[in-house]
């Protein structure tokens, strides 16, 4: 069966064993990508023609910003999927994205207010696109004000997940405000239908940036929900099993 | 020298680059630093579950 | 329908409503949205003399004036149907020059010239290294130049 996957995914010792096996390889291929990506971008890569050396902020705003709206989604699509499935570990996901969003919400609008005082002569306007995004930085602070608030596990993953879910909706409004409205903030480059208005020398690095940044994410959320399964199991003998392990390894580090 | 020099100034907007990356660099390893630690205290919570129930036995 | 499928059946309503409502809510409000006016909308008379909004549009070529020893200068901003005349003094943005697109907060006054406050460039997301964008124009003035010496 080919849904077999998924319904042992829902499974929390499984997911709990996968996602160990994998952070490792998660998590150095993104160190190796981000680090290479960094020197490429800041000392590699030539300046730009009309934007000189500034241009370079693009390679951590771009890319904090795809993670900004991208853990978004994963945020509302896990959140969906523990709802409609009552699965606890599709729960746990959704909530372990909610920090990692957050923080990547606000490098994005600090990097590009950053970006905007010496280019666009503002640090901050209220136009369609850095509206939406200071929003969603709202939509995952309320997300983690609530799932702190409800003291109940059950009934905070549902409301919480209600909230991620109708939050949804600002994504597209994100991405699509560029070109729905008059904005100060520009079109796409990259991450858009056709070619990229970018010659490869300065795209490679920030392809790679882009490629460390969802590495990253992916590393931080398996590690945080891993966390969480095991605040939420109560039985088990795989339990023991992993607990003692994990004291192990932290009893060694210290 | 000169060539670090010129670099460190990133034309004139030194001050804009520099805090971007900086802030960058600080929010990544501000999230591992906390993913580590929820991982941890997560751990610690379940172990010490699992010691009072052996306790209570 | 099982209780699975009800709740499938709620989650996508939600969200099916959610997204109207905000289509609705965002095209009642398009004006407030919408960073700002073109020339064409100007020209339509939907702003009066004295009026504060943002005017937006691309910088024509060959209009750029300062006025030497201040911070005064003039330029014509367009939208390639209509063209308004602005008038503005302080430091402009880096990315403002002629050909390339800027937002400035402002006013017209009784002829019709924009009286800005704030001038903002606009970025086109075209991203390109100096000396390519160098031989770029090179290749495009020489091929001008054959094109005009061909011309008998």
């Known amino acids: 069966m080919t849904w077999l996957w998924f319904h042992k995914l829902a499974s929390p010792p499984h997911f709990y064993r996968i996602a160990g096996r994998w952070l490792p390889w998660l998590g150095w291929s993104a160190a190796v990508l981000g680090v290479t990506g960094l020197v490429w971008g800041l000392v590699l890569a030539p300046s730009d023609y009309q934007q000189g050396e500034g241009y370079r902020i693009l390679y951590v705003h771009a890319p904090s910003a795809w993670l900004s709206t991208f853990t978004y989604t994963t945020m509302a699509v896990s959140a969906a999927v523990g709802l409609v499935w009552r699965m606890n570990v599709a729960h746990s996901v959704s909530a372990s994205c909610a920090p990692l969003g957050a923080s990547f919400t606000f490098v994005a609008l600090a990097t590009g207010s950053l970006w905007g005082k010496p280019m666009w002569g503002t640090w901050w306007e209220w136009d369609p696109r850095l509206t939406s995004e200071l929003l969603l930085l709202f939509l995952y602070l309320g997300y983690m004000g609530l799932r702190s608030a409800i003291e109940d596990q059950t009934r905070a993953d549902r409301v919480c997940a209600l909230l991620a879910i109708v939050g949804v909706v600002n994504v597209p409004i994100i991405y699509y405000s560029v070109e729905w409205w008059n904005s100060l903030h520009q079109a796409p480059s990259v991450m858009k239908f056709g070619k990229p208005t970018m010659p490869a020398s300065m795209l490679v690095p920030l392809l790679m940036m882009f490629a460390a940044g969802t590495l990253f994410a992916a590393t931080m959320v398996l590690m945080r929900a891993r966390g969480e399964i095991l605040r939420r199991e109560r039985v088990g003998t795989w339990l023991e099993a992993a607990v003692g392990e994990s004291v192990a390894l932290t009893g060694e580090k210290r | ?57 | ?152």
């Open chain 2, 1 to 57: 020298m000169e060539a670090f020099l010129t670099w460190l100034a990133m034309g004139k907007y030194a001050l804009y680059v520099w805090s971007s990356f900086g802030l960058t660099v600080a929010v990544v390893l501000l999230n591992i630093h906390w993913a580590r630690r929820s991982f941890r205290d997560a751990s610690e919570v379940a172990r010490r579950r699992l010691a009072m129930r052996r306790s209570d036995q």
């Open chain 3, 1 to 152: 329908m099982t209780p699975r499928q009800q709740r499938m059946t709620l989650v996508l309503g939600v969200v099916a409503a959610v997204a109207l409502a905000g289509f609705l809510a965002l095209r009642a409000f398009q004006n407030n949205v919408m960073f700002y006016f073109d020339p064409t909308r100007v020209a339509a008379g939907e702003v009066k003399p004295g009026q504060r909004f943002r005017l937006g549009g691309m910088v024509v070529k060959g209009t750029l004036v300062r006025t030497p020893g201040t911070m005064d200068v003039r330029f014509a901003v367009t939208d390639y149907r209509h063209e308004v005349a602005v008038s503005y003094t302080g430091v402009l943005p880096d990315l403002f020059k002629e050909g390339t697109g800027m937002v400035a907060d402002g006013q017209l006054d009784a002829s019709g010239r924009f009286i800005a406050t704030q001038v903002l460039a606009k970025h086109d997301e075209k991203y390109m290294p100096p000396a390519l964008s160098k031989s770029l124009e090179a290749g495009k003035a020489a091929a001008a130049e054959a094109a005009a010496g061909s011309q008998p």
